[in-house]
């Protein structure tokens, strides 16, 4: 209950080098992922007060009493909300 099988840290740090090398030989057999634009992201929260501040932002839709959500144009504006999102506080102060 109270255990875990894991590495020691340089094997680990071994295997991620090995694994980290055999995908580099074989970067080209990927591609990146893309999601389809625009990109809807929806946030539940255990209070309702976080979706009630957040909902007077234009750009956040409140869609139920403990949710909020946000469309996006690519990935990159999805990251900077969710970035936002974990950063931001009632007290902050400028």
Do not use: W
């Amino acid at each position: 209950m109270h255990s875990a099988r894991t590495l020691t840290p340089q094997a680990a740090c071994d295997l991620i080098r090995e694994k980290v090398r055999r995908a580099i030989v074989r970067r080209s057999d990927f591609s990146p992922y893309r999601l389809p634009a625009p990109i809807r992201i929806e946030v539940r929260f255990k209070h309702r007060g976080p979706a009630e501040v957040l909902s007077y932002v234009r750009v956040i839709e409140r869609s139920d009493s403990h949710s909020i959500r946000f469309v996006g144009n690519d990935m990159v504006e999805v990251a900077r909300f969710l970035a936002f999102l974990t950063e931001y506080r009632l007290g902050l102060q400028p």
